[in-house]
Every structure is written in structure tokens, then in C-alpha cells.
């Protein structure tokens, strides 16, 4: 493209440098003022000047202020990508979190008038401000939705061996924001400074910042606007949210490129659909995993975790999980097996299998130094480990002492890793549990900056690798794990992650408590988790450190119910921690529960396959239903479990009753089907036997009967609950068969029935798609809050003879599976 930039006005320079100066003062103070504790003396920031040039390769689109360089993407057309290059050199296009940019073809142009520049989709525009280089965003109707405030700029350290680099923004005064993983606040971000650096953070605290998982993804709703920012940079990185100064949200890392991916909603389900369009989604889980885990540091020696699986055998409370953390192993050498403890664990991992549960091994980066040991032996050959600048290895002291650290940034360690899973996966091993994995190193915390890494052929000190390097250990654990188990889905769990760690494995939230104040930390821990691209997440029920008495510990395994991930697990010095150590009422309440989740496991499938397919969160917190309403963007108690339960855990001890906010519409009281409307907050009872659920008008939601495990019978039949609604309502069945990945090759059943209704008739249309057929043959019907007796029932046009009318006012009848349409009259 020819560029006809006019040539610059002198008194446009003039004002221009004076504002930079101005700029420059402001931010050096800004930089002293929060980075005492860096060390590093404050070095002359430079911004960018004035664009003069517009290139144009392809779908790229280059400006230069005549040093340096900004590459405009556009990715789709909700999405576009922004990189700076201080001088003009851009580094090669890599990266952990997007392995791959969407190819879609997508039109867009570019545009220049005395202003601007101007790259526009049929969605988004990217302005590129002639007088000063600021850009900004905006939608189809010229609202603008995201504004520089500074120029973006870098700060040349040579002391500190890199660039820094910088992006500012406007915070408008209403303007909200949610995001970025874990972090243990408010779920509002708004007013807040946060950091990303994976980090070790046992017994973390409220506010504590960093902790395990680095997600530099954030969603911003202003004006009922929604946009996301994903600044796709692995350095030690920083988020403003108008903590600093009302009027400016910032984020800058301790080197790297700038770069960052502006995302465009307008509504937030929006953006975080597209966030996993360019990270990925996880794959279907195995279905078993939905089920209970027991976790616990540590069951040993083999009799007893004999005793803890006949024990929920025994209460009657479900299980598919148990764990063995590290005392399994002989001195916490990876891959090995403490034979004392453990004489025949194919043995014994065959025996519980044989009984419903899948063992779960956990393995941490830590490589013992011993030279008769072979997995170090091995490593040591082939280089596999990490090494400082000067060329010794990285060592630090974990679990089992004095440790080495396989460099996961190396494709050729992930394959020589991946491929030791192969005697534990013989042995019937399911699962792996990957932790420590920030890397964490007794005393120092991590490793020191200059350790160098591979990054896949693209090199890196840890200053790069460090947030990545979990990431890089289950991606090796899983794709290790895929290639033995064959078709088989394997499952993971891993402590440490960054953007993207969603495609490789599952998380949870690391060493919380047990006390209130974590159930309250956790409940907003997982909503924040699932918007941020994590949807398989969960907390250690009961907490980890600490003692929770009977009612926590019920408290916890309620909100456990329903996050996507259910674990009970606890550290090694705390008192029997299993759903029945309470006693009653607690173990009937637990059971109740843990029972309520297995009933719901087609539910969770199916809302899982709505996340693998489509990108949506499995939880939902209220401000992704109304984000118009500015209230909503501090709601954090209540969310909904897919789209079609709400859930408000109880988080305090004793309460009997609490409020609750009903997104507008009409839900059903879970417990008694009693009729609510929405748009308000209503009080509800709150015994310890029951919480707050709530199902939203015109649902379906499938049914399993309980069962102590996952497929420990076949399903004879599939229990739809039908709840009345006087408007269109659609709802989604997944069915596949729950462990291969044959829905790869579109093996699958996704069902969706469309209810509707008037007084006096209620329509059921079902329609499929994909090639499974599932083994049961009938549905059993059970419509909830039908303002009618029905005098007649027709399926595809005939009549159905048998229905049954309850006292509680549900009508149930069975029918076949394929039914298409369904009537029911007054
Ligand atoms: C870490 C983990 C914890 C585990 C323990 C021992 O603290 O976070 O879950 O039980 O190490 O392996």
C-alpha cells in the first residue's frame, strides 16, 4: 500500500514531545513507586512516535513511526491482533497458549483519512491515531470500547537483560472486569494490581498474589459492552485495573514482545468463545472422572487404601477416583514404587478396579540425583535436564532431596517423558496428578532466571519458560498418555498452567484451608477459572491444610457438587477425611449430595460437550447472564452450573436462610418445585441438608440412576425432567460412549429438545445429530410444575396410554428414546 502520510507539523511534534515528557515523568514514578522491591533503577522509557507508513502483507498490516514497529492482525472478525517491535524486528511468530491462529477467511480493509488509520472487519475497527500512535477499538457502530492512554512503550534494561514492555489503557468510571485464572479476590478485578508468576503458595491467603496458574486473559464490560484482552506474553507480567490510577488499565511484562489480542463481545459469553477459538478447549473428559475423587497426602501402605475404597463401598457413597500422592513411590522417586508399602500394585490397582475405582498417581517434576536410579540416568544421558547460563545443571531441593528438572520445553523431553507413563498405564493407572509443577524448589521458590530452556527451538531463560514450564509437563503427561492408552481418554490434573493448559489436562486450586473464608475463596476461584478458558477445575473439598468440623466439611462437598471438578483431598497431618469421618447427619447429607451428582452426570456431560464444541464455560457467574445491569458485576456468590442451574453455596456457618439473586425469567426451586421470577433477590431456607438450587423454566435435565461408580450398571433408561415454561426453552443431551475419543470421528449423539408451552398445552420436540446409538431404549419422562392436569398425552401423533399423576403434582410416563414430538393437553 502507498502511504500518504502529510509531512508532520512541527507544532504537532512540539506539543507531541511535550506530552511524552510529561509521560515519561509520570511513568517513571509510576514504575519506582511500584517495583521497590525489584532492585532494577528506573531506565528512560520510549514510547512510540508518530505512525508515518501503513504496509500491508496479506491479513498483516505494518505502521512505523520510523524506528519502530506495530503489526496490526486481523485473526477473525471479532478478533485482532496488536504487536509492537521496538526496532522493527519482530520476533518469530511462537506460542504455548495459541498454537495456531484461526484460519477462517475473513474480509476486512483498510482505510486512511487525515486522522488515522483505520483496519476494519464487519465487527471490530482497529484505529491507529495519526497525531500520537494511540490505538483504539471499536464496534460497527463506531462506539469505541477500548482506548490507548499512553502510547505503547518499552523500557530497554540492560541491568535486568531485556525489554519491558508496556500498554495502557483508558478504565472507564463504570467500567468492570473479570479474568485472569485464580486469583483469590474479588471476582470483580475492577480497582485491582495483579501479577502473573507461577508460584508455590500453600496455605495462600484472600488477596495473596501470585499463586499456581499464570492466564493473562481478562475481560472487560463497560457500558454493556464487552471486549477481552489477551496479552499472550509468558514474562513475569502485570494487570491494572484502575488501581494505580482510576482512569488507566495497564499491563506490561518483564520482557517479551508486546502483544496482545483485542477480543470483541459485545457480550462476555462472546469473547470467552472466541479466547477458545484461538487457546483451545479441553477435551471430553472421561466420563468416570465426573464422579467423586478421594484424594489424600497420602493413603499408604496398600491395606489402607483397600480400607478407604471398601469404606465408600460400604457407606453407600459413590466414588470413581482415589488418589496416591507422593509416599506411593520408593523416596519420592518418579515412576518407581515403594515396594514395602505397595508390594503388587498392578495387583491391587486391578482389585479396585474391579471395583469401581480408577487409581490416580501423582508425579512431580523433581528428578532424584542418583545415578542408580533410571529414570535420572537416563536423563542425564540425553541432556534431558535443565541448566543454568554457565552451563551446570539446574538443582534444588524437593521432595526427594537433591533434584534435577526435565526442560518440558523440549519437544524431545515431552516424548521421552510421555513415554514413561508406559508401566504405570500397564499396571492400570488412569490418571496422573502432576503438581509442584510451578516449578516449585524448597528455600529458593523457583528457579533462578537464568536457567535456560529449549521453548521449542525458539530459547529462553526462565524468565520466558517459567509460567509455560507446567503447561509443558501435562501437555508431555497427556499427549505421553494419549499415545499409550490408544483410544482410551486419559485424565489429568496439573497444579501449575498457563493459557491454553486447558487442551492437556484439568486443575485445581493448590493448598487452600478449611475454614469459611476458603469455601468463599474457592466458590469465586472456580467461577473465575471457567471464564478464563478452565473449565475442568475444582478445590481440595474440606481444605487442604487444617481441620474442618462436620458442617465446613458438608458445606464443601455441596459446593463440590457442583464444581466441575470433584475432589476431596487434605494434607498429611490432618485427622480421616472422607465424606463418612463426620458422622451423622453429615454422612447422609454427604451421600445425599454425592449421589445428586452422579444423578446429574448427563447434565455435566452434556454441558461439558456445549464447552469442548462451542467454547462455553461450565460455570457461570451472574454477570455473564445480565451484564447490562452494573450490580451484577459484584455478584460472586451464586452462578450457574451450565446455563441451566443456579447454585448459591451456603459459605457461613449456621445460616439458615440467605438471599439470593434469580437472573430475570422463571426458575424452579430445586428442592420444591416452587415457581420463582427472576430479575430480583429472593430469600431462601437454607437447612444443612439443602442449598440453594434453582432450574430454569422450559429445562430438560437428564437424569442417571445413582450408581457407587460410573458404568458399574448398564443404563436401562434416562430420566428427563421436563419443567414447564410458557416460552421456547432449548436444552442439549451429549451421548457417546464416554471413554474413547470416537466422537473425534463424530461418533456421538447430541440431542436437543425444544419445550414450549400455554396453558393449556406443552409442546417436547427432539431432534439429533452425530452416529451414536446409546444402548438404553426408553426415556421416563417427569414434567415438573404444569400448570394442568393432562387429559391427554401424544407422542409422534399417538396417544399415550399410561401416565401417572403425583401428589406433588409431576406427571411421569415412559417412552421410547426416538420419540420427535411430544403434546401434552388439558
Ligand atoms: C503439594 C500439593 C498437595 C500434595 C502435596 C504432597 O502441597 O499441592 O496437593 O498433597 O504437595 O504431594
Known amino acids: 500500500m502507498e502511504s500518504n502520510t502529510p509531512n508532520p507539523n512541527p507544532e504537532l511534534i512540539t506539543s ?19 517495583n521497590p522491591a525489584d532492585g532494577i533503577k528506573p531506565v528512560v522509557k520510549k514510547y512510540l512516535g508518530v505512525p508515518n507508513h501503513a504496509d500491508q502483507v496479506g491479513n498483516k498490516f505494518y505502521f512505523t513511526d520510523g524506528d519502530a514497529k506495530v503489526e496490526v492482525v486481523v485473526v477473525t472478525d471479532e478478533i485482532i491482533r496488536v504487536r509492537l517491535a521496538p526496532h522493527s524486528v519482530f520476533l518469530e511468530d511462537f506460542s504455548y497458549g495459541v498454537p495456531k491462529l484461526p484460519t477462517r477467511q475473513v474480509s476486512f480493509s483498510l482505510h486512511e483519512d487525515e486522522n488515522e488509520f483505520r483496519v476494519s472487519t464487519y465487527k471490530v475497527n482497529c484505529h491507529i491515531r495519526k497525531k500520537d500512535f494511540f490505538i483504539s477499538f471499536s464496534d460497527s457502530n463506531n462506539h469505541v470500547t477500548s482506548m490507548d492512554a499512553t502510547p505503547m512503550h518499552w523500557e530497554e534494561n540492560v541491568q535486568a537483560g531485556g525489554y519491558y514492555v508496556f500498554c495502557t489503557k483508558t478504565c472507564a468510571p463504570d467500567e468492570s472486569f473479570f479474568g485472569l485464572g485464580d486469583k483469590p479476590t474479588e471476582l470483580n478485578l475492577r480497582g485491582k494490581r495483579l501479577k502473573n508468576w507461577n508460584t508455590d503458595a500453600y496455605s495462600f491467603q484472600w488477596n495473596q498474589d501470585p499463586l499456581y496458574r499464570s492466564i493473562p486473559f481478562y475481560i472487560s464490560v463497560n457500558e454493556g459492552i464487552a471486549h477481552g484482552i489477551f496479552f499472550d506474553n509468558t514474562f513475569k507480567a502485570q494487570f491494572d485495573f484502575g488501581s494505580e490510577d482510576r482512569t488507566k488499565t495497564s499491563f506490561w511484562a518483564d520482557g517479551g514482545e508486546l502483544q496482545y489480542y483485542y477480543i470483541h463481545g459485545p457480550h462476555m459469553m462472546d469473547v470467552v468463545k472466541s479466547y477458545h477459538t484461538l487457546t483451545g478447549t479441553h477435551p471430553m473428559p472421561p466420563l468416570w472422572a465426573l464422579g467423586y475423587h478421594q484424594c489424600r497426602w497420602s493413603y499408604y501402605p496398600e491395606a489402607k487404601v483397600r480400607k478407604i475404597a471398601r469404606g465408600f463401598r460400604e457407606n453407600k457413597i459413590p466414588c470413581d477416583g482415589i488418589y496416591l500422592d507422593i509416599d506411593y513411590m520408593d523416596g519420592y522417586r518418579c515412576f518407581t514404587w515403594n515396594r514395602k508399602y505397595f508390594p503388587d500394585p498392578k495387583k491391587m490397582i486391578s482389585e479396585l478396579a474391579a471395583d469401581g475405582f480408577k487409581t490416580v498417581v501423582i508425579i512431580d517434576p523433581g528428578i532424584r540425583v542418583d545415578d542408580n536410579y533410571s529414570v535420572f540416568k537416563e536423563g542425564k544421558e540425553k541432556k534431558y535436564f535443565c541448566r543454568r547460563s554457565d552451563d551446570y545443571f539446574m538443582e534444588g531441593h524437593v521432595w526427594p532431596g537433591r533434584c534435577q528438572f526435565p526442560d518440558f520445553t523440549n519437544p524431545e523431553v515431552r516424548e521421552w517423558w510421555g513415554g514413561l507413563f508406559d508401566e504405570l498405564v500397564q499396571m492400570g493407572v488412569a490418571g496422573v496428578w502432576n503438581d509442584m509443577n510451578e516449578p516449585a524448589v524448597f528455600g529458593a521458590g523457583t528457579f533462578p532466571d537464568d536457567v535456560r530452556h529449549q521453548y521449542d527451538g525458539y530459547r529462553g531463560s526462565h524468565r520466558k519458560a517459567h509460567n509455560v514450564y507446567g503447561m509443558q509437563m501435562v501437555r508431555s503427561t497427556y499427549e505421553g498418555l494419549r499415545k499409550i492408552m490408544k483410544n482410551k481418554r486419559p485424565f489429568t490434573i496439573t497444579r501449575a498452567g498457563y493459557s491454553g493448559v486447558q487442551r492437556f489436562s484439568s486443575v485445581w486450586t493448590g493448598d487452600n484451608v478449611a475454614s469459611w473464608e476458603h469455601l468463599k475463596i474457592g466458590n469465586i476461584q472456580c467461577q473465575r477459572l471457567s471464564i478464563s478458558g478452565i473449565p475442568f477445575c475444582g478445590t481440595d473439598i474440606g481444605g487442604f491444610s487444617g481441620e474442618p468440623d462436620g458442617e465446613l466439611f458438608t458445606r464443601w462437598i455441596q459446593m463440590g457438587t457442583f464444581s466441575p471438578f470433584m475432589r476431596a483431598h487434605s494434607a498429611g497431618d490432618t485427622k480421616e477425611r472422607e465424606p463418612w469421618s463426620f458422622g451423622e447427619p453429615f454422612t447422609a447429607i454427604n451421600r445425599k449430595f454425592i449421589e445428586l451428582r452422579y444423578r446429574l452426570i448427563p447434565y455435566l456431560y452434556s454441558t461439558f460437550w456445549e464447552h469442548h464444541r462451542y467454547g462455553f464455560p461450565i460455570l457461570r457467574p451472574i454477570v455473564m447472564h445480565e451484564q447490562d445491569t452494573v450490580m451484577n458485576h459484584f455478584r460472586q456468590d451464586e452462578f450457574t452450573y451450565g446455563d441451566k442451574i443456579l447454585v448459591c453455596p451456603v459459605m457461613e456457618p449456621g445460616q439458615r436462610k440467605r438471599n439470593v439473586y434469580l437472573p430475570k425469567g422463571k426458575w424452579y426451586n430445586f428442592w420444591t418445585y416452587e415457581v420463582v421470577e427472576g430479575g430480583k433477590e429472593v430469600s431462601v431456607e437454607t437447612p444443612l441438608e439443602t442449598m440453594p438450587l434453582f432450574v430454569k423454566a422450559g429445562s430438560v435435565i437428564p437424569e442417571y440412576p445413582v450408581m457407587q461408580y460410573v458404568g458399574q450398571q448398564e443404563i436401562e433408561e434416562v430420566k428427563l425432567n421436563i419443567y414447564y415454561t410458557d416460552y421456547e ?36 420436540d427432539q431432534s439429533l445429530e452425530g452416529l451414536y446409538t446409546p444402548r438404553y431404549d426408553g426415556y421416563h419422562f417427569n414434567l415438573i410444575g404444569f400448570p394442568f392436569k393432562p387429559s391427554k398425552i401424544t407422542v409422534d401423533g399417538k396417544d399415550v396410554k399410561e401416565f401417572q399423576l403425583n401428589d406433588d403434582n409431576t406427571i411421569e410416563f415412559k417412552y421410547t428414546k426416538t420419540f420427535k414430538h411430544i403434546e401434552i393437553s388439558k
Open 16 to 34: 507531541k514531545l511535550t506530552e511524552i515528557e510529561n509521560l515519561i515523568e509520570e511513568e517513571e514514578e509510576f514504575h519506582h513507586l511500584n
Open 729 to 764: 426453552v432449548n436444552s442439549f443431551l451429549f451421548e457417546d460412549y464416554g471413554e474413547t475419543f470416537a466422537y473425534e470421528q463424530d461418533i456421538y449423539l447430541e440431542k436437543k429438545f425444544v419445550v414450549n408451552g400455554d396453558a393449556k398445552t406443552v409442546t417436547i
